[in-house]
């Protein structure tokens, strides 16, 4: 049965910084993408950045370029969310993703990490 465990959500400032992890298990991942997308209050979930697992290839939304930073550790299976300045409009939980690259009906999802950034 796969797996995917979010973690390291928390309340922060304006300005503060948090590492998301995702823990995977359950399967070989060697054929998928790794994301993160989130999701605010009355908002649809929407994506955040995401890592290819072979070949580390990265793409963001625009609206956390150069704030956020997307990495995985493949001998842990596990990938991560480095999220720097962070602002209000940040505030959603934040969900893991796993999606075969090339069959897209093949996608694992997390439970969620909340992340609150204070004004």
Same mark, same amino acid.
């Given at each position: 049965q796969v797996? =995917?465990?979010?973690?390291?959500?928390r309340l922060v400032q304006t300005g503060g910084s =948090?590492? =998301?992890s995702c823990a995977?298990?359950?399967r070989p991942f060697g054929n998928f993408v790794m994301?993160?997308?989130?999701?605010?209050?009355?908002?649809?979930?929407?994506f955040v950045a995401a890592v290819s697992w072979s070949?580390?290839?990265?793409?963001?939304?625009?609206?956390?370029k150069?704030?956020?930073?997307?990495?995985?550790?493949?001998?842990?299976?596990?990938?991560?969310l480095q999220m720097n300045n962070l602002k209000p409009e940040d505030?959603?939980?934040?969900y893991c993703n796993a999606r075969?690259?090339?069959y897209h009906l093949i996608s694992y999802w997390g439970r969620g990490t909340q992340v609150t950034v204070s004004s």
């Open positions: 797996q =995917l465990v979010e973690s390291g959500g =948090l590492k =998301l995977a298990s359950g994301g993160w997308f989130r999701q605010a209050p009355g908002k649809e979930r929407g070949d580390g290839n990265t793409t963001y939304a625009d609206s956390v150069g704030r956020f930073t997307i990495s995985r550790d493949n001998a842990k299976n596990t990938w991560y505030t959603a939980v934040y075969h690259s090339d």
